[in-house]
């Protein structure tokens, strides 16, 4: 192997492995010593190709704190997918190639102050907002953080006891009454939850309402986090309503990234 290929990854083991559903899955790798990030950023992980020859790449959301001694992913498994579907045949033990440099820009502090930031997910674009919900300074610069986690279908809603406990965790324990979890089912909804598209429930107050708290651009801040159509229809709607992207150079009200 070309040594100055492999100086640019390592290649760690699967320590633990979840299936929520037949097409999702949560994994974690050993993390190696030197590995940093922040809360937001995302990690290369690649898989050999086999008798194909090469690699395969592809980038993932660290779900896991920064402090954490392991790297927690998330993951759609697409039947047909060129990386997702040998992850998924995977066990502990098994190896995983990662790059050694966390990537992206998708962070918390990117946006200005505010009193509330919004968390606004579909599927696995929830993965980076777990890592962020496990940074203290996050709870102590918002007076409200409003998790929106959208999915077709309610078994697609992982980690609600993970996000439920968020709440009291001894760092942040006085703060911990500022989150709310809004769970959305847009097909076959139980009774009670929200059942529209994220763009939607902001076009129509729906979001406000179930949070109890009114937007605004002097007070509302944005994340937004998941499959391409959703980001680009929420961030439209957004922008309609006054807010703007926040960029090094003129601080807005919303940063933005892509789940795949």
Request: proline residues 7%; aromatic residues 10%; charged residues 20%.
């Amino acid at each position: 192997m070309d040594t100055a290929i492999e100086e640019k990854y390592t290649v760690q083991p699967i320590l633990w492995l979840r299936r929520w559903a037949d097409n999702l899955l949560s994994f974690r790798l050993q993390r190696p010593d030197a590995y940093r990030f922040e809360p937001g950023q995302f990690a290369r992980l690649g898989l050999p190709l086999g008798e194909q020859g090469g690699q395969v790449w592809r980038a993932y959301s660290m779900c896991s704190a920064v402090t954490d001694e392991y790297l927690e992913f998330y993951s759609i498994v697409v039947p047909d997918g060129q990386f997702s579907s040998r992850l998924a045949r995977l066990q502990p033990g098994d190896e995983v190639m990662l790059d050694k440099k966390a990537m992206g820009f998708f962070l918390a502090d990117r946006l200005p102050p505010g009193k509330d930031l919004w968390l606004l997910a579909t599927g696995t674009g929830l993965a980076p907002y777990l890592s962020i919900l496990q940074d203290p300074a996050q709870w102590q610069r918002f007076d409200r953080i409003v998790l929106a986690h959208c999915v077709r279908h309610a078994g697609e809603l992982s980690y609600q006891d993970f996000i439920a406990e968020l709440s009291e965790h001894p760092l942040w324990d006085k703060h911990g009454h500022k989150l709310q979890y809004l769970p959305i089912v847009t097909r076959d909804a139980p009774e009670g939850v929200l059942n529209e598209r994220i763009p939607a429930l902001l076009a129509n107050g729906g979001l406000e309402r179930a949070a109890g708290l009114a937007m605004s651009p002097e007070n509302s801040r944005f994340m937004i986090c998941g499959n391409p159509a959703m980001v680009e229809d929420t961030h439209r709607q957004l922008m309609k309503m006054g807010y703007r992207m926040s960029r090094q150079s003129a601080p807005g009200h919303l940063v933005l990234e892509n789940g795949w």
